[in-house]
Each structure stands twice: as structure tokens, then as C-alpha cells.
């Protein structure tokens, strides 16, 4: 299969996941990954960019040791497709609440010194996020349309609210990551928190 027809299979595949709906509000930082706004005034994602930010991301996730890459959220939508996203690449989940100090103070038993963080919401991330530039360590953030990102180094700009679509872009970033050493064995589904899981945590 070419690239190209590839690219085009995986956008079709994920057209309906609702990666590309972002919300009613657009930031300044967001207006580059932006198309139009859907007839209910949703502002929607250029897919083309999102697909192309996620092998950006890959790359540069590459370039640190896996182990002491830390994916963080807050989101419980989150919590899915970050365990599957470790557990196929190696990489540290940090799931709930971010604890003040992990990155800054070595005097806390939970102090840890990763090489790269990965976020699911600049927003609702923002503690780990100040923590890991006052720590100097880079972030790749999932923004909506609605996010600021004035300190993440690389941004994933994507629905980062839906279930299916963390599910999606956490998919697609193991898949990039995957492609040199061994076949996906999930599909999106895989990755996606399920509704009694959230309804267990509240």
C-alpha cells in the first residue's frame, strides 16, 4: 500500500471519531490548525495537520529513552488510551490528580525526572505542564481549538474532551511510534474508556 492510499484509509477510518470537532471558541494559538466551523458553530480541525502533527510528535518522541517519557492526564477519558499507549510502547502512565512537586522538588517520595511529558489538556494539565517548564522538560500537548499553548513545545491539535477521540489520537501516536518494531495488536476501540469505567470512578 503507498503512503498516500495509507493516509487516506486512516483518514477515513477515523473521520468519525470526532477528532477533528474542537468547540465554540478558537484561541489565537489554535487558529493555524483550523479549517471552518461546522453549521452548529463548532470550529473543526484541518485533518491533514492533526495526521501530520501526530508523525511530528512520533519523531520527536524518538529522539528520548521511551522509559522516562511520562504521558499525564487529568481527564478520565484519558485513562484508556494512556494505559494501552504504555503498555504498547513502554512509556510511563501518570493517571488522576498531578501531585505539586513531582517534577520540581527531589525531596518528594513521588519526585520523578522524566526526559519528556506528554499531556491530554494543556488546561486541565496545567500543573504538570508549569511544573515540567520550570523543570525544562518539553511537553507535547493534545489542544482543542479552545486551548492556550503558549508552553508546550509541540502541540496535537485535536478534540481532546471525547472519549473516542483521546481514544484516536493516543491510537494513532502508538501506531507512529510502533511502525519500525511491531504490528498494532489494538484497534481504536481498544483504546477507548468505557462509560462503566468512568461511572465506577465517580
Known amino acids: 500500500m503507498s503512503q498516500q492510499t495509507e493516509h487516506d ?19 489565537k494559538f489554535m487558529i493555524p490548525y483550523i479549517t471552518q ?9 484541518d485533518l491533514d495537520i492533526t495526521l ?20 499525564y492526564s487529568g481527564r478520565t477519558y484519558a ?5 494501552k499507549f504504555c503498555e504498547l510502547t513502554g512509556a510511563r502512565k501518570m493517571l488522576g490528580r498531578f501531585m505539586p512537586g513531582t517534577l520540581t522538588n527531589p525531596a518528594l517520595p ?12 494543556p488546561q486541565v494539565d496545567a500543573q504538570a505542564v508549569t511544573e515540567a ?17 503558549s508552553e508546550l513545545d509541540l502541540v496535537i ?9 483521546l481514544a484516536t489520537v493516543y491510537w ?13 495488536k489494538y484497534e481504536i476501540d481498544d483504546f477507548e474508556t468505557k462509560t462503566a469505567e468512568v461511572e465506577e470512578e465517580l
Open 9 to 27: 484509509e486512516i483518514k477515513k477510518k477515523i473521520l468519525s471519531t470526532g477528532i477533528r470537532v474542537g468547540t465554540e471558541v478558537k484561541t
Open 37 to 45: 466551523a461546522s453549521p452548529e458553530g463548532l470550529y473543526l480541525f
Open 52 to 71: 501530520s502533527r501526530i508523525e511530528t510528535a512520533s519523531r520527536f518522541i524518538k529522539k528520548f529513552d521511551i522509559k522516562k517519557v511520562i504521558v
Open 79 to 83: 485513562n484508556t488510551p494512556i494505559e
Open 110 to 121: 513521588y519526585y520523578s525526572e522524566p526526559q519528556l511529558i506528554i499531556v491530554s489538556d
Open 133 to 149: 517548564t520550570n523543570a525544562g522538560i518539553p511537553v507535547i500537548g493534545i489542544a482543542n481549538t479552545d486551548n492556550v499553548t
Open 157 to 165: 491539535p485535536a478534540n481532546n474532551r471525547g472519549r473516542k477521540s
Open 172 to 184: 494513532l501516536l502508538a501506531r507512529e511510534l510502533l511502525q519500525d518494531s511491531e504490528e498494532m
